[in-house]
């Protein structure tokens, strides 16, 4: 399907695309860290076609590199990456947007003379070109490889294919797709029809998360200042699976609640919010600067918890030695639920990367069970959708704690794996989570 994106001349637009690609493809940073400060530096008109083209590239950029690979006749030396990203940034408009083919090409020759390469106008004119005559021709033999056809480096296809042979299909072709804004609206502040109200009166279409108490998800994206009661906290952006997460914990009054890898404050923020009468929250995350997020929420929300900088991994670094109730470890995974949020995820996640997470996240799980007292329960999440994250993990901490058993997830969401309970992406248009209960006997 082909989106619609401004045109213009926006030669800057496209030139700044091409430098936040270069820094993700070539040097290994995140978009969420390369994009905004390239953002900050654009006029407000130009801004959306920005992201526009840095996500679209991202998504699509496995196929587009095949294609640009035969539309050359050499490939450029290493120092040109940001020529390379350049001409991606074209034929991502050429296939995948409705700017006028001539405007696509005129402002990508014009970025490379913005961006200080005249030499390559010439290149680019040439190299697009070429993609108008023949390239959908191209695109139909390059597409033959299943790999360029749905846009996924060879061995993140094949674990897919290993992990969930059955489900693959329906995983790829949601991770090309634009995931959808998710509300978390604040039940201190009104219910969630209410909430809904408001934004009808407004003109906002929205409707509400069927398998969620506070979800609300909108017909298009929007800037949060749209959002009517946002600065006022009586609204959160937060996807519809990852609100399950505390309706999972069900904190109870006067408990003791850790949330650790909390960052930045999402699951914290809906805990407080669905359970004000905690003895105490505690969140935990070893990042420093994703930490500030969580204070600029809480604060947002009206809200208070114990703000923990450290490793999760290390209790005796930070934990005073009296046991939580409720654990909830949203522990970093691979992702691969959440491409579709953060297309990079291609670029930047590497095979190996697989077994070091799963790695860290049985230190987790083992470094934190003796914090949670005698019938207590730990939610174990991920973002991912591999076994050996997640009903592999589960398995392989039950066989060796044996004060340990799990709860049954019985939901209407999702599915029920061996152990635990997985959402794929997209569906009911949530991202990819996997969820388990863990009780101490």
Not at 254 to 274: F, M
Not at 283 to 298: F, G, I, K
């Amino acid at each position: 399907m082909r989106i619609k994106a401004p045109a213009g001349g926006a030669a800057e637009a496209r030139g700044a695309a091409a430098g936040v690609l270069a820094q993700v493809m070539a040097e290994g940073r995140s978009l969420s860290t390369a994009l905004p400060p390239a953002l900050a530096g654009l006029p407000a008109q130009e801004r959306a076609l920005l992201q526009e083209l840095c996500y679209g590239v991202l998504r699509w950029g496995p196929r587009l590199e095949v294609l640009l690979a035969r539309l050359m006749t050499k490939p450029l030396r290493e120092k040109e990456r940001v020529v390379h990203a350049l001409l991606l940034v074209g034929l991502y408009q050429l296939f995948y947007t409705r700017i006028p083919p001539y405007a696509a090409v005129a402002g990508t020759v014009d970025a490379a003379r913005a961006l200080g390469k005249p030499w390559a106008a010439g290149l680019v004119n040439a190299v697009l070109r070429g993609a108008q005559k023949g390239g959908e021709a191209l695109l139909a033999e390059v597409d033959r490889d299943e790999c360029v056809a749905t846009a996924h480096p060879v061995w993140l296809l094949e674990s897919l294919r290993a992990g969930r042979p059955e489900q693959w299909r329906a995983i790829v072709a949601a991770n090309n797709e634009r995931a959808p804004m998710f509300l978390r609206v604040n039940r201190r502040h009104g219910e969630r029809a209410a909430y809904l109200a408001r934004l009808a009166a407004a003109g906002i279409d929205a409707t509400a998360v069927p398998r969620t108490e506070c979800g609300v998800v909108l017909a298009r994206p929007l800037d949060v200042d749209q959002l009517p009661g946002f600065a006022a906290g009586e609204v959160s952006i937060q996807d519809g699976a990852a609100q399950l997460a505390a309706e999972l914990l069900d904190a109870q009054p006067g408990e003791r609640v850790l949330d650790a890898c909390a960052a930045p404050g999402g699951k914290t923020c809906h805990i407080l919010e669905r359970q004000p009468a905690l003895r105490e929250l505690a969140a935990l995350d070893h990042d420093a600067a994703r930490m500030t997020r969580v204070h600029e929420n809480l604060a947002r929300l009206g809200l208070t918890a114990r703000v923990i900088v450290n490793d999760a991994a290390r209790p005796d670094a930070w934990w005073d030695g009296a046991r939580f109730d409720r654990i909830v470890l949203d522990a970093p995974c691979a992702g691969l639920g959440v491409i579709r949020r953060h297309p990079d995820i291609k670029y930047l996640r590497r095979p190996e990367d697989i077994a070091a997470l799963a790695a860290l996240q049985s230190r987790l799980l083992d470094a934190l069970w003796p914090l949670l007292r005698a019938g207590g329960k730990l939610v174990y999440a991920t973002c991912s959708v591999l076994p050996q994250e997640n009903e592999m993990q589960i398995q392989r901490f039950l066989q060796q704690h044996t004060d340990a058993r799990e709860h049954v997830i019985a939901a209407a969401w999702g599915r029920a794996l061996s152990h635990g309970r997985l959402i794929l992406p997209g569906e009911e248009g949530m991202d990819g989570f996997y969820y388990a209960c863990l009780e101490k006997t």
